[in-house]
């Protein structure tokens, strides 16, 4: 069995010990690094790692807080890095998997990858043992219910039309108004976000600011920004700034509603 792995950490060295450490890990994958808190969370639900070597203080966000953002959307095992043990309590109340004080030798880590390999070999097996009836459970949950909007009436001088949703790249607000930009054109319509977001699938669209709903469909993909604020760069070249204030709709980015 092979496993995804994360390694977080702001220190360059101390990425490069754990992934030397790592090479001699045959059933770990390094599929990614990040600096920083904000980074972390991004890449956790970008890449979805099974474990995650987490460091706790960090620019942005500490490590507590990355896993507070991540869990109700992917909740990897963990193994805490840090140089100070007065976390090492806190680490074991949100279930962290083991606790590497720095500076850890090869030893202590293969220590911490072995305490993590069964957990990890036996949660590949229920989740293995789940496929198959995920298929079933998702026909008898049945199409997604009716009542969200399919297409806008827009009214452009004396003539009226309709925008389909799918088509929407992000909705504005610009005072009373909405614009609604699409890949050809920009169009106005009189009504509020507030007025319009419960109407649309939360699948497909979610709010990223607090005048800007963005059609998920059209995200080409996530930068870390500043702040824990994420640029959102679309298929048609615009960028989008995500604010802090709407962070928890960061779920809606990988299919789970906001």
């Known amino acids: ?149 399919h297409r806008l009436l827009v009214k452009e001088q004396r003539r009226l039309f309709f925008v389909k949703t799918a088509d929407i790249l992000y909705f504005e607000a610009d005072r009373n108004y909405l614009r609604v930009h699409t890949p050809t054109h920009t169009h106005l319509i009189y009504q509020s976000l507030t007025q319009l977001e419960p109407q649309l699938a939360p699948l497909d669209f979610t709010r990223i600011s607090r005048s800007c709903i963005v059609g998920l469909n059209h995200v080409a993909e996530l930068e870390a920004y500043f702040n824990g604020e994420y640029l959102v760069k679309l298929h048609n070249g615009e960028t989008l700034k995500w604010t802090r204030t709407y962070r928890d709709n960061l779920g809606a980015f990988h299919g789970a509603p906001s």
């Open 1 to 149: 069995m092979s496993y995804r792995a994360l390694i977080v950490d702001d220190e360059p060295l101390s990425r490069r010990i754990i992934h030397t450490f790592l090479r001699d890990e045959p059933a770990l994958e390094v599929v990614g690094e990040a600096a920083n808190g904000t980074e972390a969370v991004l890449q956790i639900l970008q890449l979805r790692p099974d474990l995650v070597f987490l460091d706790v203080q960090m620019p942005e966000l500490d490590g507590f807080e990355v896993l507070r953002e991540v869990w109700p959307y992917h909740q990897p095992f963990v193994v805490f890095t840090t140089a100070y043990d007065a976390y090492a309590l806190r680490a074991f109340e949100v279930s962290a998997t083991d606790y590497l004080l720095k500076p850890f030798d090869r030893l202590r880590f293969q220590q911490a990858v072995e305490r993590v390999k069964q957990p990890l070999a036996l949660a590949q097996r229920r989740d293995a043992a789940a496929r198959p009836a995920l298929p079933p459970l998702l026909a008898a949950v049945g199409p997604p219910a009716p009542g969200f909007l």
